[in-house]
């Protein structure tokens, strides 16, 4: 190594699958920090296509990038976590490959552990850009600025939307203080992370935007499956419930928080809308569990009951999925000013989506 070559401070980790032209617009995005002592590691899950082209094209005159390609696919959890058991540096942070960093992340995030020096994650906003609508909404929006204590961060994670992890910077030190992730939570790999840190470190959080988040409407009804989502939600949950080094209240909260979610979720989210949608297997899943795991016979038999009818008389279930609709564009007209300031967030940002 040259004696004047300046030693990394941050470690991005990168994991990507099958998606070249989006893990290019993430790369550039970690190469353009005005914070420049990082590394970038992205960890190829066995793509078998020009992903490896296109690291290397990005790390062409540029030391920091890392690339590795695993012999065969082990699952986005399981990637996330190769990449984790890695890290290096004082510092890490995780971006999938689909979202993109803004250029003064890392320069922002280390300002807040400069402010708050026992802080153990300087957490920023994300930009989620909602691409059909059109829309940019800044999350979280009610999430207290400044440094947030135990148990506080745990209870805010269970009462609000919770910071997204691509506008996370961790210390190292919580590899071994909180742990590994889990890959047996799945989707929930970020959510069941942050829950356990935050339930015993302080977490310092700033409404500054430091990363964007594409959303799309296919891809979000994809993670509304019931036998994947509601197992992980309870796994998450019997974790925190055991955890002997939090205060018994915040256990009992925690759990009757967390199991009313799953609920609510089986009915309203996997179950009504899967039913809406013409997915009926799904609602009869969500039904099901309802029944068996919760003891909700009456809210299993009322999704049943408006699932039959729906596949028994087509035109209902049109009728339904328009009267959503209408309650969607009612909500935004009741909220005009809320959607003009979503607007005008996506405008400001969406140069950024190109892939390039």
Request: hydrophobic fraction near 40%; charged fraction near 25%.
């Amino acid at each position: 190594m040259a004696t004047n070559e300046v030693l990394p401070q941050i470690t991005t980790i990168i994991p990507t699958f099958r998606r070249p032209r989006l893990l290019r617009r993430a790369l550039r995005s970690v190469l353009s920090q005005t914070f420049p002592e990082f590394r970038v590691c992205i960890y190829d899950d066995a793509s078998g296509d020009e992903t490896a082209a296109v690291v290397a094209e990005a790390a062409k005159g540029d030391h920091r990038v890392r690339y590795h390609c695993h012999a065969e696919n082990v699952g986005f959890a399981r990637n996330f976590l190769y990449g984790m058991e890695r890290v290096e540096t004082p510092y890490f942070s995780f971006l999938s490959d689909d979202d993109l960093l803004l250029p003064d992340f890392y320069r922002n995030a280390m300002e807040g552990f400069q402010q708050f020096p026992d802080a153990a994650c300087s957490a920023l906003a994300v930009v989620l850009m909602y691409v059909e609508e059109g829309l940019g909404l800044l999350v979280p929006e009610v999430w207290p600025e400044g440094l947030c204590r135990p148990p506080d961060g745990l209870r805010n994670m269970l009462t609000m939307f919770p910071p997204l992890w691509s506008a996370i910077l961790f210390r190292k030190e919580l590899i071994k203080q909180a742990g590994l992730l889990d890959p047996e939570v799945a989707n929930l790999v970020d959510i069941d992370y942050e829950m356990r840190v935050v339930a015993h470190h302080p977490i310092v959080f700033s409404r500054r935007p430091g990363a964007l988040g594409e959303v799309h409407s296919q891809i979000a009804g994809i993670q509304a499956r019931t036998d994947h989502l509601w197992p992980a939600k309870m796994r998450m949950m019997r974790k925190t419930v055991s955890d002997d080094k939090l205060d018994p209240q915040m256990r009992k909260l925690a759990s009757q928080l967390m199991v009313s979610d799953i609920k609510r979720s089986l009915f309203m989210v996997w179950g009504l809308r899967a039913t809406i949608e013409g997915r009926s297997d799904e609602a009869r899943r969500s039904a099901q569990t309802l029944s068996r795991e919760f003891g909700e016979v009456g809210r299993a038999r009322l999704l049943l009951f408006i699932d039959g009818i729906h596949r028994a008389l087509p035109p209902l279930r049109q009728v339904a999925a328009m009267a959503l609709r209408l309650r969607r564009r009612w909500q935004k007209g009741r909220w005009k000013p809320a959607i003009q300031r979503q607007v005008q967030c996506f405008r400001e940002y969406e140069g950024y989506l190109n892939p390039g």
